[in-house]
C-alpha cells in the first residue's frame, strides 16, 4: 500500500470513504496475512475517527439546542 495520511487528519467524509475502500479489499481476499492484519488495523482506526467525529457534531448539535432552549425561557 502506499503512503496514507495519519488517521486523525482525516475529516469525516475521508476517513468514511477509506474505509469502505478497506472493507472491500478485505472483502476480495487475495492479500498476504501480514497486509490483511495491517489493512484490518488501518480500518479499525478509520472507525474510531468516523465515531469520535460523528459524537462531536452530536454533542455540538445537542449544545446548540439547548443553547436554543435557554434562550426561549
Same mark, same amino acid.
Given at each position: 500500500? =502506499?503512503?496514507?495520511?495519519?488517521?486523525?487528519?482525516?475529516?469525516?467524509?475521508?476517513?468514511?470513504?477509506?474505509?469502505?475502500?478497506?472493507?472491500?479489499?478485505?472483502?476480495?481476499?487475495?492479500?498476504?496475512?501480514?497486509? =490483511?492484519?495491517?489493512?484490518?488495523?488501518?480500518?479499525?482506526?478509520?472507525?474510531?475517527?468516523?465515531? =469520535?467525529?460523528?459524537?462531536?457534531?452530536?454533542?455540538?448539535?445537542?449544545?446548540?439546542?439547548?443553547?436554543?432552549?435557554? =434562550?426561549?425561557?
Amino acid at each position: 500500500m =502506499s503512503e496514507q495520511p495519519d488517521v486523525d487528519t482525516l475529516g469525516y467524509e475521508q476517513a468514511r470513504d477509506e474505509l469502505v475502500e478497506v472493507v472491500r479489499a478485505l472483502e476480495v481476499g487475495g492479500l498476504g496475512l501480514d497486509e =490483511s492484519v495491517a489493512l484490518w488495523e488501518r480500518g479499525e482506526a478509520l472507525a474510531r475517527r468516523c465515531e =469520535s467525529q460523528l459524537a462531536g457534531a452530536r454533542e455540538r448539535i445537542e449544545a446548540k439546542l439547548n443553547e436554543a432552549e435557554s =434562550s426561549d425561557t
